[in-house]
């Protein structure tokens, strides 16, 4: 018999995961008077001290790091952003950066303002099914190129990037890599100490802890100029530690390591079925990406000539929360710049919804969105009638 699916259904993971109970009871932990400043050297401080190491090393086992490799962000954008300008300002510059037309806005948006400043940005571009070539990257590196910046899997339609390919291509050819993966992380495995990445994002929010607490992985010889200046974290970003945070994105780091296959697997099999069971009650639907590798967790799912803002409002009322494929801006919404590299048009890409699934998903959750979408589907077209 299916579990009773509960009176929210969260389906919307890539944008925050729900609150583990594990995270929740190690940020407690840290919230006790006798925890201090991790970098005061009284009984209190070293305890608080203590705790973030364990952290550290929690983080940097999930993603096979070094313990001394890992630095503590506030956010996947900050690491971004703390790769990006740490090479500007380190003696390799940054004359050239490569990167693809899919990245985050938090990639994306400050390339673009480094444009203003005189960097060259070269933006690659995807297939209709969202994929990179590995040989377009090689194509694109020139002897000016200092840094190639990528994510490992997209936020929107989770398609894959072949990180592991581009990581040789750009270690033989002796320019950096930096990739995001704030989505691989947890949901995919990665192994720094076998692929050839010189830094790595992460965000805690993503793996079930609460927001506040990111990391940038730097491979032990790569030279960064930090964004805040100070002592912590090794000289490399200063300001004191937002411990309760990082403790909780240890804790998922640890939650996520003890069983990724089995989750990713079941993840997939949730995400299939509810792609057959969309397809079965709209077959005019399209899964974007289903060709490519994809996030066993990610579905984005166009539903032609509906409106995706109607469709998402629609799930909300009955508790389901999902993502549009489409970005609010000033006066209104503008399709998603993932979508429509990939191809789409407009009308497509704003009648696109993103269901992302976590580990507290069940069968029962999908059934729930099957359940009502065909009420959904009748109620939207007859208001675009």
């Not at 390339?111 to 990179?132: A, I, Q």
């Not at 994510?151 to 320019?175: C, D, K, Q, S, Y």
Request: with cysteine; proline share 5%.
């Amino acid at each position: 018999m299916t579990k009773e699916a509960p009176a929210y259904v969260h389906l919307d993971h890539n944008a925050t995961g729900v609150v583990a109970r594990e995270c929740l009871e190690a940020m407690r932990a840290c919230l006790r008077p006798d925890i201090g400043n991790p970098s005061s050297k009284h009984a209190a401080g070293m305890r608080a001290h203590g705790l973030l190491h364990e952290a550290r090393a929690e983080v940097a086992a999930l993603i096979g790091a070094a313990v001394r490799e890992i630095v503590f962000t506030s956010s996947g954008t900050e690491a971004n952003h703390m790769a990006i300008l740490g090479v500007l300002g380190a003696p390799y510059g940054a004359r050239h950066i490569v990167t693809s037309q899919v990245e985050h806005p938090s990639t994306l948006m400050l390339l673009r303002h480094l444009e203003g400043l005189g960097t060259r940005v070269s933006y690659l571009p995807v297939d209709g099914e969202g994929r990179l070539a590995a040989d377009a990257v090689r194509a694109a590196i020139t002897a000016d190129t200092t840094l190639v910046t990528l994510m490992w899997a997209n936020n929107e339609t989770g398609v894959l990037f072949p990180i592991p390919e581009i990581a040789a291509l750009t270690r033989a050819m002796g320019v950096l890599l930096h990739v995001d993966a704030v989505q691989a992380a947890g949901r995919i495995p990665i192994d720094v100490a076998r692929v050839a990445i010189d830094m790595l994002s992460l965000a805690g929010h993503k793996l079930h802890a609460p927001p506040g607490a990111g990391a940038l992985f730097v491979r032990n010889g790569v030279k960064i100029t930090p964004l805040l200046w100070g002592h912590q974290e090794r000289a490399r970003r200063g300001g004191s530690e937002n411990l309760p945070a990082i403790v909780a994105f240890g804790s998922a780091c640890a939650l996520a390591r003890e069983d990724l296959e089995a989750q990713a697997s079941r993840m997939e099999r949730l995400r299939d079925d509810l792609e057959q069971g969309v397809s079965a009650r709209f077959p005019a639907a399209e899964i974007h990406g289903a060709a490519a590798p994809r996030l066993p967790n990610t579905s984005s799912v166009g539903f032609g000539a509906l409106d995706g803002e109607r469709l998402m409002q629609a799930l909300d009322r009955r508790g389901i929360a999902v993502s549009l494929g489409a970005a609010c801006a000033a006066g209104g919404v503008e399709p998603s710049h993932v979508l429509m590299a990939m191809g789409l048009d407009r009308r497509a890409a704003l009648g696109t919804i993103r269901f992302s699934l976590g580990r507290y998903n069940t069968s029962a959750c999908v059934e729930r969105v099957l359940t009502v979408l065909p009420d959904i589907l009748r109620e939207v077209s007859a208001r675009a009638a």
